[in-house]
């Protein structure tokens, strides 16, 4: 029932992170000063690449010297040929069709890469890993204890503050990502953000001192008020919006009475099997649709379509 890693976006990180060598100056410097490395670019939070058909995302570190000096570098990991991959921080104000770049470089949002997949699975992992690691260094450049700045260290997996010694390390935000269901029909919510017709699974962040499970029960009752008993485990992808952990969950309904939360959600409503089915393949008669592949939404219900309430039998 659990789809492989290459079937859901971001999954698939084929990189090496040597997370034991981190902290070897020599090591890191010969990686990256070898002509086998290679560096992602980041204008803010939107990776350059290279025009062309093959849409291109790394470059020679000989060809990030056109940027200037990055505000960020991270080493991302090894490929399988020991060769080491980084990401590199400008703030470039680049616009998509800037003048001075336009011809050489397309500006294209993550998101829209993955919709639309412009580049491998394997890729887009580590595109993922790079951008939930620059937006961290962006956003924690001062000691969360005691508001001095900090600096950099194990090649950007740490920041250290020199004046009260703490020690800061990246932070993932677990988020639970749940399909409720309730024998041959399943709960989808709308939020005003999303496309015209567009629903999906209910979703909310892990609070502190809360298991995964309780937060499926406590989330669909805030946004629903309707009350789940069993909980089951699906899959998990990495959301580097700016960086989630979604966790997939199925829920049995316990009731099935709905009373939405306006505050969080447009709509919410039971949705048959059959128009899940339809809505996955853009033929539901009210064209009414479900999120793209990349997104753990989709295999969420591509899963309950498919098997219907068996998948709560784990």
């Known amino acids: ?9 971001f999954n698939l990180n084929p990189l090496e992170r040597r997370s034991d060598r981190r902290d070897d100056l020599a090591f890191i410097e010969q990686l990256r000063s070898d002509p086998a490395a290679r560096f992602l ?17 790394w470059f020679l570190e000989s060809e990030t010297a056109a940027f200037g000096q990055p505000s960020h570098s991270v080493f991302l990991g090894e490929e399988s040929d020991g060769s080491g991959r ?5 703030t470039l104000g680049l616009a998509p069709e800037d003048p001075s770049r336009g011809a050489v470089h397309d500006r294209i949002d993550l998101r829209s890469i993955a919709v639309q997949g412009l580049v491998a699975s394997g890729t887009l992992g580590i595109l993922g890993e ?11 450049s ?12 194990a090649a950007g997996w740490q920041r250290i503050c020199d004046v009260c010694g703490a020690r800061h390390f990246p932070r993932v935000d677990p988020v639970v990502i749940m399909l409720v269901i309730d024998g041959e029909r399943c709960l989808l919510g709308r939020q005003r953000h999303f ?14 001192g809360e298991t995964a499970e309780d937060a499926v029960r406590r989330e669909v009752m805030e946004e629903a008020r309707v009350r789940c008993a069993q909980v089951v485990y699906f899959a998990s992808q990495p959301w580097p919006f700016p960086s989630s952990l979604m966790i997939g969950c199925f829920a049995q309904a316990s009731d099935t009475e709905i009373v939405v939360d306006t505050a969080e959600l447009e709509d919410a409503r039971w949705f048959s099997r059959q128009e899940v089915a339809a809505m996955l393949a853009g033929t539901h008669a009210s064209g009414l649709s479900a999120p793209k592949p990349f997104a753990i939404a989709h295999h969420l219900l591509q899963a309950y379509a498919a098997k219907g309430a068996s998948v709560l039998s784990g």
């Open 1 to 9: 029932m659990i789809p492989s890693s290459t079937s859901i976006g």
């Open 41 to 57: 670019v980041f204008d803010g939070d939107i990776p350059l690449l290279k025009r062309g058909s093959e849409h291109d995302v």
């Open 86 to 90: 980084f990401a590199l921080g400008f």
């Open 130 to 140: 790079a951008k939930s690691m620059l937006d961290w260094h962006r956003r924690h």
């Open 142 to 153: 001062f000691c969360a204890n005691c508001g001095s700045p900090s600096r950099v260290a």
């Open 195 to 208: 496309g015209p017709g567009m629903y999906s699974a209910l979703a909310g962040f892990v609070e502190p």
